[in-house]
């Protein structure tokens, strides 16, 4: 009989685990679909109240409802799409842009009543064009000379190139950066436009352009990550991508590590390898925060620096819970909740402009509670029967207790993110340029993709037109003095030159011939 029993009780055993099992596999499955099909916006579907409660047990004050912005008129409205416009249309424009004016004849002024006519005043109306080919080709016209007495022959040497025989014109290069990597249109694609605009060029010939390029823009991206590195908080990244060649003929993954200074510049770094060595060799002389997400190479690095605190990201300790949602959507609801409210605190830090001292009391009066509810609120979840340690909420729960101290590092620290979001919008340039050129042929190359979109991304986070900045810096970078290299990162740039930049022939010319 008890044979029986224990056989009975084995087989319950295996059917427990494989029901355990089989609910694993599934959600590895749904993830997977997800990340393929699934929509990739992590806003939540329900909208929060924030006059409700959180939790029973786990009250906290929540900020004051931000009100919808007005304007005073003569009576008080919604501010309308359009007050801001050149005409009803709705175009809108700044002064950078060429206005073509086209002066029309009214019929009745050339009649033979013209007489009865006189013009009072003028409607104007704008329409938005487009030029069908954007090259020119500068045609430069030097005299030859002719000494009387010695019969020797000059000539006014040519103007100044990015590099000798360049047939290209600065704009050109700069054409082809921006193209290439704000907008991610491959070369190829570049060259297809230009054939199709009359110009016959080697594909080979643009490659070499913006191989040669990017090298006179290398100390200006190693003053730009010095510059990062003496900030007080980083927060860093890691992002994959294919470059370089295998011995089996496939093409090996390498890494970007993008690193945002407190001057709001980012540095993308390039490891063939994920290892925390690369950080251990790029972050020589760092001393402050640390700001990244749970990926254990940065807790090994911090081990290694004594004067390196790790702080943690609550975005992606909130994506925990986010694959848990399905199996337990009440738990992770509640969960959601928690993390909401130091969210709406730090919308209302923004808010009212908050920063330094008054920072950190507002948030260690208010997200202090908040944050004390949601670890009380992960070790109550701990403590449940039902709950078996593969489950998706069990390693969520462990995810976030275990890196407890260095998710409540923002506490105490007004210059700590509280996520790292604002790296990851900087970052997106990678994975979009992978879907256009799809891969780096050597490390070299991924090396110099790195260099110009640490530029480039930095120039969009600062509001400079990043054409307009490589057109000065590719001029300017040759001549300069290599002990104020670091004037001509775009944070500086913008003050010191971006109010009149150097720009190419082509500005100059009002008339082509």
């Known amino acids: 009989m008890s044979k029986a029993l224990s056989k009975a009780k084995t087989r319950r055993q295996t059917v427990t685990d494989l029901e355990r099992e089989v609910a694993s596999l599934?959600?590895?499955?749904?993830?997977?679909?997800?990340q393929l099909f699934g929509r990739k916006s992590e806003k939540r579907q329900a909208e929060d109240i924030p006059e409700q409660p959180l939790l029973n047990g786990f009250d906290v004050d929540a900020p004051e409802p931000q009100e919808t912005p007005t304007e005073t008129v003569s009576y008080t409205r919604r501010k309308r799409r359009g007050d801001d416009c050149v005409n009803d249309s709705g175009l809108r424009f700044d002064a950078s842009v060429p206005v073509q004016?086209?002066?029309?004849s009214a019929p009745e002024l050339s009649g033979p009543d013209a007489d009865e006519y006189e013009v009072i005043s003028e409607k104007v109306t704008y329409r938005l064009a487009q030029r069908t080919s954007a090259y020119v080709v500068l045609k430069y016209v030097r005299p030859v000379l002719k000494h009387r007495t010695s019969a020797k022959l000059s000539s006014t040497p040519a103007p100044p190139a990015l590099w000798d025989n360049a047939i290209a014109d600065v704009s050109v290069v700069a054409g082809l950066l921006v193209d290439k990597?704000?907008?991610?249109?491959?070369?190829?694609?570049?060259?297809?436009?230009?054939?199709?605009?009359?110009?016959?060029?080697?594909r080979e010939t643009l490659t070499n352009w913006v191989h040669r390029a990017i090298p006179l823009l290398e100390p200006v991206y190693r003053a730009q990550l010095r510059h990062i590195l003496q900030s007080k908080v980083l927060c860093i990244d890691e992002t994959p991508v294919k470059a370089g060649r295998n011995k089996s003929g496939s093409m090996s993954i390498g890494?970007?590590?993008?690193?945002?200074?407190?001057?709001?510049?980012?540095?993308?770094?390039?490891?063939?390898?994920?290892?925390?060595?690369?950080?251990?060799?790029?972050?020589?002389?760092?001393?402050?925060?640390l700001l990244s997400d749970g990926y254990s190479a940065y807790t090994a690095y911090v081990r290694r620096c004594n004067d390196v605190e790790h702080a943690q990201c609550w975005v992606h300790l909130r994506r925990e819970f986010v694959r848990a949602e399905k199996a337990e959507p009440q738990a992770v609801n509640q969960a959601y909740d928690l993390i909401g409210a130091l969210y709406r605190?730090?919308?209302?830090?923004?808010?009212?402009?908050l920063t330094g001292e008054s920072k950190q009391a507002y948030r260690q009066s208010h997200s202090t509670p908040a944050v004390d509810a949601f670890f009380a609120w992960c070790k109550e979840q701990s403590h449940r029967m039902d709950l078996a340690p593969s489950e998706p909420l069990s390693k969520a729960l462990k995810y976030a207790m275990k890196r407890e101290h260095a998710l409540r590092v923002f506490l105490h620290n007004s210059d700590v993110a509280i996520d790292t979001n604002h790296l990851e919008r900087t970052l997106r340039v990678i994975p979009m340029g992978r879907k256009a050129w799809l891969f780096c042929w050597t490390e070299i190359g991924a090396k110099r993709v790195g260099i110009i979109q640490s530029l480039l991304t930095t120039c969009r986070i600062h509001g400079i037109n990043p054409s307009t900045y490589l057109i000065d810096v590719l001029q300017r970078v040759s001549t300069h003095p290599n002990e104020r290299i670091e004037e001509l990162t775009p944070r500086l740039w913008k003050n010191l030159y971006g109010d009149d930049p150097l720009r190419s022939d082509l500005d100059s010319i009002t008339t082509c011939q």
């Open 181 to 202: 990597f704000v907008y991610h249109l491959p070369l190829y694609r570049q060259h297809q436009r230009m054939g199709r605009d009359g110009i016959t060029l080697s």
């Open 26 to 34: 599934k959600h590895q499955l749904e993830w997977f679909q997800r």
């Open 345 to 353: 605190i730090e919308s209302d830090i923004k808010q009212h402009a």
């Open 101 to 104: 004016v086209i002066q029309q």
């Open 255 to 289: 890494w970007y590590w993008p690193i945002y200074g407190q001057d709001d510049e980012v540095a993308f770094t390039f490891s063939p390898s994920r290892g925390h060595q690369h950080l251990v060799d790029t972050l020589q002389g760092f001393s402050g925060t």
